[in-house]
């Protein structure tokens, strides 16, 4: 897994810078010129279009090769027979910390997307079991978060970008299993160990056309899912930064002084401990509650157009007091563990009650703060 995301980094970077010129030069200025020719090239709409819509959108998209890349990898390790003999392996430990080894296979899929894998927990035979399961299915790394994590471990950790990568995968794997360990022992002290049914398929080396579909089917829903959302979040975000707060006006207005800076101002603080309590920061959070996609597309936003990864390099460094990679570190930590989007809380109401899934979201918020706090902490010491 290490090679396959620093593979997927030292390919996809290239590409991805490509398209984040191409979307902040060429796409911006025609746009404006066609705007210019209409005589909306002064008016808030060029602001929608430009800064909104195509900084936004823009910032996703040249996550695209990365997810294409990283996708067909995934493919040919599920092909091939691994992910089965992993689910496996892995089960024997968390039945031995009191996980049910049934649990594998929604957390594995949790990978891709929080969402289904919420869902599959209704297959397990416990409530208990089903209840525990779906509340731990938010630790897991959806791919979502996958385009934040590259963009800032590239940002700031250069050739190392695949392994912080990494780390949060087994990060993310180590909070499945404690914060499962935890609740187990807390709250369901007992239940019927029952065993894990699964069928293995030989090893063998993937057909390249299995491979292509099951990639291509990942990116195609991947985009589905992410437009419509992100298109939403881009303009409610581009409503807010065009709101003034005190001097200007609709769509003239400095971003400092806007509402969406107002209301970043109210949370940033809490994030002081943790190396990134600036606005321009905390603001991008905000925005991915609705989805982890939205958290480029706000970034992308909030520092406009440009090279976003100075951006990030000034702003990082001005909130930790010159702790940039510390704050860098602590901000990945916190998107990993905090609440994935609105619509596996959605899935969670569904699958275990309105209480329980408050619990889990007061229970991600409180421990991605801390752990947050903690990381940067340290790694200012360090």
């Known amino acids: 897994m290490w090679v396959t995301f620093q593979l997927t980094t030292l390919i996809a970077q290239p590409l991805q810078l490509w398209l984040a010129h191409l979307f902040s030069g060429p796409v911006s200025d025609g746009a404006t010129t066609l705007l210019r020719w209409m005589h909306l090239a002064n008016t808030w709409v060029h602001g929608l279009v430009v800064n909104g ?54 957390l594995i899929v949790g990978f891709g997307c929080n969402v289904p894998a919420v869902i599959a927990t209704q297959d397990l035979a416990d409530p208990r079991q089903r209840r525990l399961t779906a509340l731990l299915v938010p630790f897991t790394s959806c791919s979502a978060r996958l385009t934040v994590y590259m963009l800032v471990s ?31 022992r807390a709250m369901w002290q007992r239940w019927p160990g029952l065993p894990m049914i699964l069928d293995l398929p030989p090893v063998h080396t993937p057909g390249w056309r299995a491979v292509v579909k099951s990639a291509w089917d990942r990116v195609v829903d991947f985009l589905k899912t992410a437009s419509g959302i992100i298109v939403a979040v881009v303009v409610v975000v581009w409503v807010l930064q065009a709101i003034p707060v005190g001097a200007g006006s609709f769509g003239d207005v400095a971003l400092d002084n806007s509402l969406f800076a107002a209301v970043a101002r109210v949370f940033a603080p809490l994030f002081a401990f943790a190396g990134f309590g600036a606005w321009h920061l905390v603001a991008p959070l905000v925005a991915g509650f609705a989805a982890k996609e939205a958290v480029v597309a706000s970034l992308g936003q909030t520092f406009g157009g440009g090279d976003l990864a100075a951006a990030l390099h000034t702003a990082f460094g001005a909130a930790s007091g010159g702790h940039a990679l510390a704050a860098a570190a602590a901000f990945l930590v916190f998107v990993l563990v905090y609440t994935p989007c609105a619509a596996t809380v959605s899935a969670l109401r569904h699958q275990v009650g309105g209480r329980w899934t408050a619990f889990g979201v007061a229970l991600q918020l409180i421990l991605a703060w801390v752990l947050a706090v903690v990381v940067f902490q340290i790694g200012r010491l360090l």
């Not at 970008?161 to 187990?184: D, E, K, P």
């Open 53 to 106: 819509i195509i900084a936004g959108v823009g910032t996703l998209l040249a996550f695209l090769p990365l997810m294409i890349i990283m996708f067909v990898l995934l493919s040919i390790l599920e092909h091939s027979g691994y992910m089965a003999r992993a689910a496996v392996t892995a089960s024997g430990l968390m039945r031995r910390i009191g996980l049910p080894g049934e649990a594998f296979l929604p």
């Open 154 to 184: 590239s940002a700031f950790f250069g050739r190392w970008a695949g392994t912080a990568v990494f780390a949060m995968y087994v990060l993310s794997i180590l909070l499945v299993v404690g914060v499962g360990w935890a609740l187990r």
